[in-house]
């Protein structure tokens, strides 16, 4: 096997995959029905699913947010560090572990915008919106940051050959390095997430979320959807506010 170091190699794409659940819409309905039908609650889920529909459209409108929590989804993602420290912000309902900088060496997998990226701010925080890059623009962009990022690798590796500690090394590593995490959250805590982290129309509070985040949030958003179909129309349909 060769000691030669891994060449760094850039990526434009986030990933998300959804990898244990136990997450459906009969969870909300049961948890709730406790209140009214005690131990028969479970029974109560299989009788009528449009009284179904129209109880969870009664919790999400009214932000009776308990019943939405007895589930769990776990994702695995893979994204630039500077995505990471924007997500573990996100604190109730969460649960998450990361790869180590410490107990291993850190692969070079390092993000460039992709050419649809959107490059330039206007306007004012707060009241701002991104427009397209020019061609140049994109070049500079895509020319400073992989020439960072190798220059950054070489400067690990000389360390770590030089017989530095890892968590020592890492230091020089830059945010737009990739990193995975194994997140896990119930569909309460997935939907305040989302309210924050993608930026829709139909949101009742609007929000400007960095598109990197956004990509993640998209992929979690359509693995949810698909568990918990009426769950996410009243989502959707309220306006996009977590209950
Ligand atoms: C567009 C955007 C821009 C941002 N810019 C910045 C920035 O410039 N600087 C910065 O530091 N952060 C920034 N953030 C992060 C933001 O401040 C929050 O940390 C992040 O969105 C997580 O939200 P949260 O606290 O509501 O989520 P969670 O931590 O998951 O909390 C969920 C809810 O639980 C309740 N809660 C949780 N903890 C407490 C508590 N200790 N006390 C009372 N209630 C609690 C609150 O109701 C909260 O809304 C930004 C976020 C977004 C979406």
């Known amino acids: 096997m060769s000691d030669e170091p891994t060449a760094p190699s ?3 794409d986030v990933t998300v995959e959804l990898v244990r659940s136990a997450a459906a819409d ?16 479970l029974e109560a889920v299989q009788q009528d699913p449009e009284k179904s529909k129209g109880l969870i459209n009664f919790l ?9 929590e007895h589930n ?15 997500f573990h912000r996100h604190r109730s309902g969460w649960s998450y572990n990361e790869e180590s900088g410490r107990y291993r060496e850190l692969q070079p997998v390092f993000y460039v915008p992709a050419e649809e990226r959107k490059l330039v701010q206007q306007g004012r925080p707060g009241r701002y919106e ?12 895509t020319e400073a940051m992989e020439a960072a990022y190798r220059e950054a690798y070489a400067r690990y590796q000389e360390m770590l050959a030089a017989g530095v500690a890892r ?43 960095q ?21 996410h129309a009243a989502f959707e349909k309220h306006g996009r506010v977590a209950p």
């Open 26 to 41: 009969s969870d909300v309905i049961w948890a709730a029905r406790v209140s009214t039908a005690g131990e028969q609650s």
């Open 167 to 209: 968590e020592v090394a890492r230091a020089v590593l830059p945010v737009g390095l990739f990193s995975s995490m194994y997140a896990t959250c119930n569909s309460r805590s997935l939907m305040h997430f989302l309210s924050l982290r993608t930026k829709r129309e139909n949101s009742a509070v609007p929000s400007f979320p």
């Open 10 to 12: 850039f990526r434009s």
């Open 130 to 141: 991104f427009v397209d890059g020019t061609p140049e623009q994109h070049k500079t962009t």
């Open 72 to 86: 769990s989804m776990t994702f695995f993602i893979s994204a630039p560090i500077f995505v990471f420290r924007e």
């Open 211 to 231: 598109r990197e985040i956004e990509m993640v949030a998209e992929q979690m958003e359509q693995e949810w959807a698909r568990l918990m179909p009426l769950t």
């Open 60 to 68: 999400m409108r009214d932000r009776h947010g308990t019943p939405f």
